[in-house]
């Protein structure tokens, strides 16, 4: 009887133990909101530039084709190149009071601001323009990762729960995905005025001379103070706003914490050997692999299709509208694909970044307004499911890379950072690579209509090479290993990790103790 009652007694205490915990891991709403508000500022301005910076750079900055990419790529590349660095210092940052990954968001978030503004701005000199946009994208691009890594690692250190960081992942893709759509939105209204132009006719006349593909669509903006540089310019301050709130709001309602898993004793992995660690690591080399060349095929779209809309597809009147479809569709599947992929799983959910492919080839293939929208719709749940998912999986592959490195940290950093060096220097190849194929088939800035030969590469560059990337990308992730099941089995093999380093811990503190009271 003694046994049994005893037996009792350690099952209610375990089952005690287990709730307690359990409400220890889960965030509240408004914590996982907070988190969420806080990265979406990085979105607006990304969004912003990433469907206008080009078409700013060509038709307002005059900027040949040629300067527009290595802009473009070389601002890609000085971003790639800081994800490593910044991992390499965040890594070795101590603890504060607000945490190891706050202080380098709260100090980069001032110097972004600045930065980003005259990334807007034109200069009142015209032959150095090239090196004035090049000098403050690369900063823009180089002060984004000084925030997006500490922001992306903090997942990790929100909860140990995996339910929990994979719904405080749900939140953030959504207010991100919101973010995207606020930031093209407003940019869209705000500088919509730049891009129209009263000399140009939508359906042009079959017997039109070549006189009118020459006719300037837009007056030489020579002056900074013209109507097309200072529509930009207020576009950039509101969105300068934007990231200011957004900071203060993550800072006020997130708390971070340290690393669960690691024992005091612990020592972080020198930077060098965790990276080769990292880059030896299956499962993070098969889903960086996959999601690089996805997220090219993304970039390639968001870069040409304001491009695409004004000169391919006789669209201009409309493409803000057409943004705006794909990112209100894309913010509004964000819970569906959540819920997806916990029922079928996450590989299973990939399968919807392809929906995007055959409705883009017709777009191409057949430029009508209805068809359009209904593509921009199609595209939306595409662009969100390739969002949500890489975010939602990397991890998974931190916990994997966990349980076989179990007394090592300080990893998560290496992982996120160089995830994204690797995206951006294959989206910054991409860009590149397509703004000087403008420049090689004659794109001529300001004109209403291109030739034939630019017409046929904006139609690749929205239709083909984002499909052979995406189902290329598809085919690596069939390879990627980490199941359903196998997450559940890395959860509990983690959570008696814990206990035990808990325990240690306990067990050491009591022999200190034991042995200051004999003294």
């Known amino acids: 009887m003694i046994s049994v009652a005893f037996n009792l007694c350690t099952l209610f205490f375990s089952l005690f133990v287990l709730l307690h915990l359990e409400q220890e891991y889960r965030l509240s709403i408004c914590s996982k909101l907070c988190y969420a508000i806080g990265g979406a500022p990085n979105q607006v301005a990304g969004s912003a530039a990433a469907f206008f910076l080009q078409i700013y750079l060509?038709?307002?900055?005059?900027?040949?084709?040629?300067?527009?990419?290595?802009?473009?790529?070389?601002?890609?590349?000085?971003?790639?190149?800081?994800?490593?660095?910044?991992?390499?210092?965040?890594?070795?940052?101590?603890?504060?009071?607000?945490?190891?990954?706050?202080?380098?968001?709260?100090?980069?978030?001032?110097?972004t601001v600045v930065s980003y503004f005259f990334m807007w701005y034109l200069p009142p000199f015209v032959s150095g323009r090239v090196v004035w946009y090049l000098i403050f994208y690369c900063l823009f691009q180089a002060l984004t990762t000084l925030f997006q890594v500490p922001y992306s690692a903090l997942t990790m250190?929100?909860?140990?729960?995996?339910?929990?960081?994979?719904?405080?992942?749900?939140?953030?893709?959504?207010?991100?995905?919101?973010?995207?759509?606020?930031?093209a939105a407003l940019q869209g209204q705000i500088v919509a005025s730049a891009h129209?132009?009263?000399?140009?006719?939508?359906?042009?006349?079959?017997?039109?001379?070549?006189?009118w593909h020459d006719t300037p669509s837009l007056p030489d903006p020579s002056d900074p103070l013209?109507?097309?540089?200072?529509?930009?310019?207020?576009?950039?301050?509101?969105?300068?706003?934007?990231?200011?709130?957004?900071?203060?709001?993550?800072?006020?309602?997130?708390?971070?914490?340290?690393?669960?898993?690691?024992?005091?004793?612990?020592?972080?992995?020198?930077?060098c050997k965790g990276l080769g660690l990292t880059m030896k690591h299956g499962p993070y080399v098969k889903l960086t692999a996959s999601f690089l060349l996805i997220s090219t095929a993304v970039q390639l779209e968001q870069s040409n299709f304001v491009l695409f809309c004004t000169h391919a597809a006789d669209l201009r009147n409309h493409f803000q509208y057409l943004v705006v479809t794909i990112l209100v569709s894309a913010a509004v599947s964000i819970p569906?694909?959540?819920?997806?992929?916990?029922r079928f799983g996450k590989k299973c959910a990939a399968c919807g970044i392809s929906w995007m492919i055959p409705f883009a080839v017709m777009l191409v293939t057949i430029p009508n307004l209805i068809l359009a929208y209904f593509v921009a719709f199609v595209s939306g749940l595409s662009i969100a499911a390739s969002l949500l998912l890489p975010w939602s999986m990397l991890p998974d592959v931190v916990d994997n890379f966990r349980l076989q490195n179990p007394h090592g940290k300080g990893q998560e950093t290496i992982f996120y950072s160089s995830y994204v060096f690797f995206t951006k220097m294959s989206a910054g190849i991409g860009l590149g690579i397509s703004a000087a194929g403008l420049e090689f088939t004659g794109y001529k800035p300001g004109i209403c209509r291109q030739s034939n030969d630019v017409i046929l590469t904006l139609k690749i560059l929205i239709g083909a090479v984002p499909a052979i990337l995406i189902l290329v990308g598809l085919f690596i992730l069939l390879f990627y290993p980490i199941t359903?099941?196998?997450?559940?089995?890395?959860?509990?093999?983690?959570?008696?990790?814990?206990?035990?380093?808990?325990?240690?811990?306990?067990l050491d503190d009591h022999k200190e103790g034991i042995s200051v009271w004999q003294l």
């Open 484 to 506: 359903e099941e196998s997450r559940k089995e890395t959860k509990l093999a983690l959570e008696v990790l814990r206990r035990s380093h808990q325990s240690t811990e306990n």
């Open 58 to 111: 060509l038709d307002i900055a005059h900027i040949t084709p040629f300067h527009a990419s290595l802009v473009l790529f070389i601002g890609k590349a000085s971003g790639a190149v800081t994800d490593p660095v910044a991992g390499f210092f965040i890594s070795k940052s101590r603890w504060t009071k607000i945490g190891r990954l706050m202080p380098w968001m709260l100090a980069c978030t001032p110097f």
């Open 336 to 342: 569906f694909w959540q819920k997806f992929l916990q």
């Open 157 to 183: 250190f929100l909860s140990t729960d995996q339910k929990e960081r994979d719904s405080a992942t749900a939140y953030r893709m959504t207010m991100e995905v919101l973010g995207t759509l606020i930031g």
């Open 196 to 211: 129209v132009s009263h000399h140009c006719i939508v359906n042009p006349p079959v017997n039109a001379t070549d006189s």
């Open 226 to 271: 013209s109507h097309q540089a200072k529509v930009y310019m207020i576009a950039a301050g509101v969105i300068g706003g934007v990231y200011l709130l957004g900071i203060v709001i993550l800072f006020l309602g997130v708390k971070e914490k340290d690393d669960p898993y690691a024992l005091n004793s612990d020592r972080a992995i020198p930077f």
